[in-house]
């Protein structure tokens, strides 16, 4: 009685039931263990957004792989993150291009195949033989993707005739309302920029570095604030902040899209490109699914979901990126003047020499540059 | 041999004690040796290396920005304690003195409530209430007033201290005072005590300990606190929180982020041991 009382509290399964789920969990395992054992996992160094299902999601699908991110912020901090793995850690890397040459030399990365790349779809010859993505003749990185930083305003404090030179930073209204991303070479570089400095921005001597310190020392009183992401795009949609310094389209552009009045801009003494490349990890042991998922995003398709990206825009690079984006998002294309004859098209701007690829300083070390950053902070 | 019970009781005692003992060698006393060791080490291609080299210590120390940066976090740090002390003082005397002990259980619960929810939340639902655009202005500009810049200045920050050290302030100086001897409080005013002299002359100096400690507490946590001036003061001034964030991002200098935290250390130090002695200090002729 005891014992019958007892199976029948726990419920106790009888022989059919144990049979019958046994038999299911039989029969299902095979099909269980297919799509757990083909799924793929890809460790992605990456900048925040990219390995989301947004951007990988199709991909991730039909090649039956699941991306690992671990996102970084800023440069410093990647190579910090790669130097403290193993070796194989990673097996796809993006990076901002100026420190793809620094990845190569401490070894991080494998070379690239140039014929597996559609360099010859390229949309200007500069991107074909991208700054320190080539190596004694070999290909280590290939750039994806770019954004355009220069006057980033809110359209009800600053024209847009206004918003030509970044002397619109100085304008008296704008006195602490003026904010910084927080990390000294997009702001100083701009300085550099505003001061005359042109496609040398980057290689300063001791005067013309002294006279970037001292236009940015003035710009201290406007100064309102120094963010980072977040903080930016909070700061420029609650008001606080009516321009920002630092930036462009990609922190602008989604608060565009949700009605905020703020634009970006290149202002006539030019503008600065960040530019985005993958690249292999060393000793990866999924190097060939890596190379196929960076095939896929210099694909058009691949192309578009760059463009697309929810977490930050970025313009296309390949031709037939941009036809795709022009078809498949008209609104975003003209949005981000990714169409021949527009103004602004990224690719003209080129073209006029008004953009400068981020580099790193050349005769101060990058120690310099921040501690005088940290200086001006404290001013 | 027979243990006598002296020597049971101590031996007991430690039994208790050890773990704490343990916990704290390995997860106090352990980190902290490693970062002074750590102060020395160099980086080299954004790596650590084992070195005993002083030059994280000079590129700190003689830099004008890092002893700005520690003037001014000293100095934000006492503006919120002397702040946190003079709001917390009239919410706690009026729960130990005159609120019913229902009241009072019921306040301290209601204090206790803002911990349940993450800091940086709390945080950043200022953003809604001091912004521009945010609530505070758009009450005032019912009456003609504003708009006014909260945000990303000190008085930003300070907001986020007090949503930080506030609750426990009142917390700690509620039960100081409330364990004070109401007798000696009547007393003082039976013998024509004025009530403000009373709050001189026998409160606060009958509390001085719990009122002491829980300024300590408030001076530590907004010492070392990155958020609030971080999202609230919005970096207008650096504090060495935001200083070692800086030092860590750029050049991933985590031994001189060392040399800041020590220096922040060695000061919290300073500034407890003072207080607790003062805090204990017996008055002359006691």
């Given at each position: 009685?005891?014992?019958?009382?007892?199976?029948?509290?726990?419920?106790?399964?009888?022989?059919?039931?144990?049979?019958?789920?046994?038999?299911?969990?039989?029969?299902?395992?095979?099909?269980?263990?297919?799509?757990?054992?083909?799924?793929?996992?890809?460790?992605m160094l990456a900048w925040y957004g990219h390995?989301?299902?947004?951007?990988?999601?199709?991909?991730?699908?039909?090649?039956?792989?699941?991306?690992?991110?671990?996102?970084?912020?800023?440069?410093?901090?990647?190579?910090?993150?790669?130097?403290?793995?193993?070796?194989?850690?990673?097996d796809i890397i993006l990076s901002d291009a100026e420190f793809v040459q620094q990845l190569n030399l401490a070894g991080y990365i494998e070379p690239l195949e140039a014929s597996d790349y559609p360099l010859d779809d390229m949309l200007h010859e500069d991107f074909k033989k991208f700054p320190g993505h080539w190596a004694d003749g070999k290909l280590y990185s290939m750039m994806v993707r770019g954004?355009?930083?220069?006057?980033?305003?809110?359209?009800?404090?600053?024209?847009?005739?206004?918003?030509?030179?970044?002397?619109?930073f100085w304008k008296p209204e704008l006195e602490g309302k003026v904010g910084h991303f927080d990390w000294h070479l997009p702001n100083l570089g701009m300085m550099s920029l505003y001061n005359g400095n042109g496609g040398s921005l980057w290689d300063l001597d001791d005067a013309k570095w002294d006279a970037v310190r001292d236009t940015t020392l003035s710009l201290r009183k406007q100064a309102g604030g120094f963010f980072d992401y977040g903080g930016s795009f909070n700061g420029l949609k609650n008001g606080e902040m009516q321009a920002m310094c630092g930036i462009g389209d990609w922190i602008t552009a989604p608060l565009e899209?949700?009605?905020?009045?703020?634009?970006?801009?290149?202002?006539?003494?030019?503008?600065?490109?960040?530019?985005?490349?993958?690249?292999?990890?060393?000793?990866?042991?999924?190097?060939?699914?890596?190379?196929?998922?960076?095939?896929?995003?210099?694909?058009?398709?691949?192309?578009?979901?760059?463009?697309?990206?929810?977490?930050?825009?970025?313009?296309?690079?390949t031709k037939g990126g941009r036809a795709a984006l022009i078809k498949a998002d008209p609104a975003e294309a003209k949005r981000s003047h990714q169409m021949s004859g527009m103004a602004n098209d990224p690719i003209a701007l080129i073209d006029e020499g008004r953009i400068h690829y981020r580099d790193i300083p050349q005769q101060q070390s990058l120690e310099d540059w921040n501690d005088f950053w940290s200086e001006y902070k404290n001013a | 041999m027979p243990i006598n019970n002296g020597q049971s009781i101590k031996l007991y005692a430690l039994t208790w004690r050890l773990p704490i003992i343990i916990w704290q060698f390995f997860f106090f006393v352990g980190p902290v040796l490693f970062m002074v060791s750590m102060s020395f080490f160099l980086v080299k291609n954004y790596r650590m290396t084992e070195a005993f080299e002083?030059?994280?210590?000079?590129?700190?120390?003689?830099?004008?920005?890092?002893?700005?940066?520690?003037k001014y976090t000293i100095f934000i740090s006492m503006v919120s304690t002397v702040c946190a002390m003079s709001l917390a003082f009239p919410a706690a005397f009026t729960l130990a003195f005159t609120a019913s002990e229902t009241t009072r259980r019921w306040a301290i619960f209601l204090l206790i409530i803002p911990f349940f929810t993450s800091y940086l939340v709390r945080t950043f639902s200022w953003f809604v209430i001091l912004s521009e655009s945010g609530v505070v202005n758009a009450v005032l500009g019912y009456i003609g007033l504003g708009p006014y810049t909260m945000l990303?200045?000190?008085?930003?920050?300070?907001?986020?201290?007090?949503?930080?050290?506030?609750?426990?302030?009142?917390?700690?100086?509620?039960?100081?005072?409330?364990?004070?001897?109401?007798?000696?409080?009547?007393?003082?005013?039976?013998?024509?005590?004025?009530?403000?002299?009373?709050?001189?002359?026998?409160?606060?100096?009958?509390?001085?300990?719990?009122?002491?400690?829980?300024?300590?507490?408030?001076?530590?946590?907004?010492?070392?606190?990155?958020?609030?001036?971080?999202?609230?003061?919005?970096?207008?001034?650096?504090?060495?929180?935001?200083?070692?964030?800086?030092?860590?991002?750029?050049?991933?200098?985590?031994?001189?982020?060392?040399?800041?935290?020590?220096?922040?250390?060695?000061?919290?130090?300073?500034?407890?041991?003072?207080?607790?002695?003062?805090?204990?200090?017996?008055?002359?002729?006691?």
């Open positions: 009685m005891t014992k019958f009382r007892k199976n029948k509290i726990m419920g106790a399964p009888s022989r059919r039931r144990l049979l019958k789920i046994g038999g299911a969990a039989l029969l299902t395992t095979p099909f269980v263990s297919r799509a757990w054992a083909s799924t793929t996992d890809i460790n390995a989301e299902p947004d951007v990988v999601a199709e991909y991730a699908a039909a090649n039956n792989v699941r991306f690992v991110p671990k996102y970084y912020a800023g440069g410093d901090n990647m190579l910090a993150l790669i130097a403290q793995s193993p070796p194989g850690t990673y954004g355009h930083l220069g006057v980033s305003y809110n359209k009800n404090s600053i024209t847009e005739e206004e918003a030509q030179s970044y002397s619109c899209k949700d009605g905020a009045p703020v634009a970006s801009t290149i202002p006539k003494e030019g503008g600065i490109q960040f530019t985005e490349s993958y690249s292999i990890g060393k000793d990866s042991p999924k190097a060939d699914l890596a190379k196929n998922f960076i095939q896929y995003m210099l694909s058009p398709q691949g192309q578009v979901k760059s463009a697309q990206m929810a977490a930050y825009p970025g313009f296309c690079v | 002083f030059i994280n210590w000079y590129k700190m120390l003689s830099r004008g920005y890092f002893w700005d940066s520690y990303n200045t000190h008085f930003g920050t300070l907001v986020g201290y007090m949503t930080l050290t506030l609750p426990l302030v009142v917390i700690l100086q509620t039960v100081t005072m409330s364990n004070i001897d109401k007798t000696l409080i009547e007393a003082a005013r039976n013998l024509g005590c004025k009530p403000f002299a009373t709050i001189w002359q026998v409160i606060i100096p009958l509390s001085k300990t719990g009122l002491i400690i829980a300024a300590i507490f408030c001076f530590i946590l907004s010492f070392g606190d990155f958020v609030a001036p971080f999202y609230l003061g919005g970096s207008q001034e650096t504090t060495l929180p935001i200083l070692i964030l800086d030092t860590t991002k750029s050049g991933q200098q985590w031994p001189r982020a060392a040399v800041v935290a020590i220096m922040m250390m060695a000061t919290l130090f300073a500034i407890a041991f003072t207080g607790i002695a003062l805090a204990y200090r017996k008055r002359k002729g006691a």
